[in-house]
């Protein structure tokens, strides 16, 4: 008998969760533990309108009080799980209380990745992971005006965007020749650095910082080629690295995150796991992936708490994806890998047009700026695997979902 | 504050006292609505969010950008009557709004 659930982490994949845990019935005692003091809450408006003050701190939890109290999910929050005995189904707590489970599941999540470089510890250097760290950001930004972002990805980017719009003169520094270069095409990065720029904010790419300098707090970035930048504050955005060492720990297989199969079970029977910190299968692209998405932990936890009530479901689903820079909505369905044709749909001077991917004539992603048709029509092509006409997608006038 | 009344894929009426200001997404996400999933948090991305509006209440409710309605045109059953609900802002005339959740949310 399951009598008892222990959640480890309530970010978008734990609440998700524990709400479907209830709403499938589960009638014994669910636990969601978090290090974090806050009740659950969104991540991607921390970058966006959070962090410009747009939206209040009151809407960002996904949930308010009454709702848990309601289902009856019991949250430790400010609370740290530091160890996992996984022979005698128990986590321990900073502080030393311990949590019998029946159930484990791991929703971790990711962490920022530090910098390493000479002078990452002065003061003025921030990261971007949590509501803690934008309220950090924000007092340091009321009182600077110069604003370097290491990393030229979509937090590095959206943040550039959100501080440009506060007034602040702002430099992205990225390490590649494009920013967003791991995750979208050329033409897509082009109309970014562009946009971007059209508002006022340096980009420098190829810039290897070697060294952070200043006397009290972050003065200037020093990067390879020689060239200094001022700098008031310094926002890192160099990617996240899944929180795995609690499962590693205790001696689960984890490499680039908390090796799970598709029903986000571990080596453990009794310990699943969801969200950032997973590297799970998909069979539909036939490889295994760490995705960092709200559909991806959405859908994982889902699948996770079924499976948490022996439901023997998997999670197999086209990924998606959005980010917002100023007034452009980049949205993205399926995961651009392996492809063998890359298609523009749509002129980027109208900024709005989409990137179509083929993989052996199957439409597997599609990356659309300002364009929600093709997006919402993307994702429902890509999850039916359906072939596509090249020549009819590069006709702009042609709805996507005709091309085929 | 507007009373409003979301039927629920079930057929379950719920009736919500939502403040003025924000959108009919965050009074459902808020008050546990059933079958409101609202992944993106109201950035016009998921379509989690769709509603079917009492047609009576349609014309009060203002016109969809273009970027609602293209991403209404691949959602699940699109209507003449639907909205995303996090692209509507609950105001004080909204008192007695009826709405229905689809069966199903998102692409396809
Ligand atoms: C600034 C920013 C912008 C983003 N924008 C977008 C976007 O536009 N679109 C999109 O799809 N995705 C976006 N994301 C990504 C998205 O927010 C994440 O993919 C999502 O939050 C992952 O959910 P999760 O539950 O796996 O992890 P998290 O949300 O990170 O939650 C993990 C939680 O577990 C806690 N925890 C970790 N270890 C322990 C422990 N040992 N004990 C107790 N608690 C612990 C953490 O403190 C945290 O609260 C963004 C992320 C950030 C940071
Ligand atoms: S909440 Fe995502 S489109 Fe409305």
Sequence with gaps: ?404 | MPRITFIEPDGFRRVINAPVGITLMEAAMQNGVQGILALCGGACACATCHVYVDAAWLPSLGDKEEMEEGMLECAWEPGENSRLGCQVHITSDMDGLEVTVPQRQGAI
Excluded at chain 1, 58 to 77: C, N
Excluded at chain 1, 368 to 394: G, V, W
């Design chain 1, 1 to 404: 008998m399951i009598s008892t659930i222990v959640i480890v982490g309530g970010g978008q994949a734990g609440a998700q969760a524990a709400d479907t845990l209830r709403r499938e019935g589960f009638a014994g005692r669910v636990l969601l533990v978090c290090e974090e003091p806050l009740l659950p809450y969104q991540r991607p408006p921390l970058s966006k309108k959070y962090l410009s003050g747009e939206l209040a701190a009151d809407r960002l939890p996904f949930r308010h009080r009454p709702f848990y109290d309601e289902h009856r999910i019991e949250l430790k929050l400010g609370a740290r799980a530091v160890s996992l005995d996984p022979r005698a189904r128990r986590v321990e707590l900073a502080g030393g209380e311990a949590l019998a489970y029946d159930r484990l599941l791991l929703c971790l999540g990711a962490a920022a990745r530090r910098l390493t470089c000479p002078g990452a510890e002065l003061a003025g250097v921030h990261y971007l992971r949590s509501l803690a760290d934008v309220t950090a950001i924000q007092a340091a930004i009321k009182a600077a005006r110069r604003v370097v972002i290491i990393g030229g990805g979509y937090i590095g980017l959206e943040t550039a965007a959100t501080c440009r719009q506060m007034g602040c003169e702002v430099t992205v520094l990225e390490l590649a020749d494009r920013v967003l270069n791991r995750v979208a095409a050329p033409v897509v990065s082009q109309f970014f650095e562009h946009e971007h720029r059209a508002k006022g904010i340096e980009i420098n790419c190829n810039a290897r910082v070697i060294r952070l300098e200043g006397s009290d707090s972050v003065q200037r970035v020093m990067c390879a080629d020689g060239s200094e930048i001022r700098a008031d504050v310094v926002i890192v955005g160099v990617g996240a690295a899944a929180n795995s060492a609690l499962a590693s720990e205790a001696g689960l297989a984890c490499e680039n995150g908390i090796i799970v199969d598709e029903y986000c079970r571990t080596q453990d029977e009794a310990i699943f796991a969801a969200g950032d910190c997973t590297n799970h299968p998909s069979p539909r692209f036939g490889r295994r992936v760490r995705i960092e998405s709200v559909d991806n932990a959405f859908e994982q936890a889902k699948t996770a708490a079924l499976n948490l009530l022996d439901r023997n479901v998997t999670h197999d689903r086209v990924p998606w994806f959005w980010s917002d820079q100023f007034d452009c909505k980049l949205l993205i369905a399926g995961l651009a890998q392996d492809f063998d044709q890359q298609i523009l749909r749509g002129d980027p001077a109208s900024r709005s047009f989409s990137v179509c991917y083929l993989k052996g004539g199957e439409l597997i992603a599609v990356e659309a700026i300002n364009h929600s048709k093709d997006y919402m029509a993307a994702r429902k092509l890509i999850a039916e695997r359906t072939h596509m006409c090249p020549a009819k997608i590069s006709d702009a006038t042609l709805p996507l979902k005709e091309a085929v």
